[in-house]
């Protein structure tokens, strides 16, 4: 019942940006992490960010987006955001929303099997 919903992926040439959304339902997932996972084709879904539950809490980033991309979260309206700018051809990849299960967890996960709930993915190719 619970149901993650990427959208906003497309394609962009090297240096633009672009805005992705996760639409949750089934619950609310204002005591959860959440975080996004991009995986490319013949490669493992790898990290990419993630933001704790609470108002002022962390966020976390892999090293390849830090400084270019930006997590943030409207638990008001159960959303997930990702604001990627700069993006380069080596970003090309489905981006996955994902949201953890257990309640007011503290410290942020970086691997996919952390996990509890994930959406289809979101494509977005780079272009150089």
């Known amino acids: 019942q619970v149901q993650l919903v990427e959208s906003g992926g497309g394609l962009v040439q090297a240096g633009d940006s672009l805005r992705l959304s996760c639409a949750a339902s089934?619950?609310?997932?204002?005591?959860?992490?959440m975080g996004w996972f991009r995986q490319a084709p013949g490669k493992t879904r790898e990290f990419v960010a993630a933001?704790?539950?609470?108002?002022?809490?962390?966020?976390d980033y892999a090293d390849s987006v830090k400084g270019r991309f930006t997590i943030s979260r409207d638990n008001a309206k159960n959303t997930l955001y990702l604001q990627m700018n700069s993006l380069k051809p080596e970003d090309t990849a489905v981006y996955y929303c994902?949201?953890?299960?257990?309640?007011?967890?503290?410290?942020?996960?970086?691997?996919?099997?952390?996990?509890?709930?994930w959406g289809q993915g979101t494509q977005v190719t780079v272009s150089s």
């Open positions: 994902t949201a953890d299960d257990v309640y007011r967890r503290i410290w942020l996960r970086r691997t996919p099997g952390e996990y509890k709930y």
């Open positions: 089934g619950r609310t997932f204002s005591g959860y992490n």
């Open positions: 933001i704790n539950w609470w108002s002022g809490g962390n966020s």
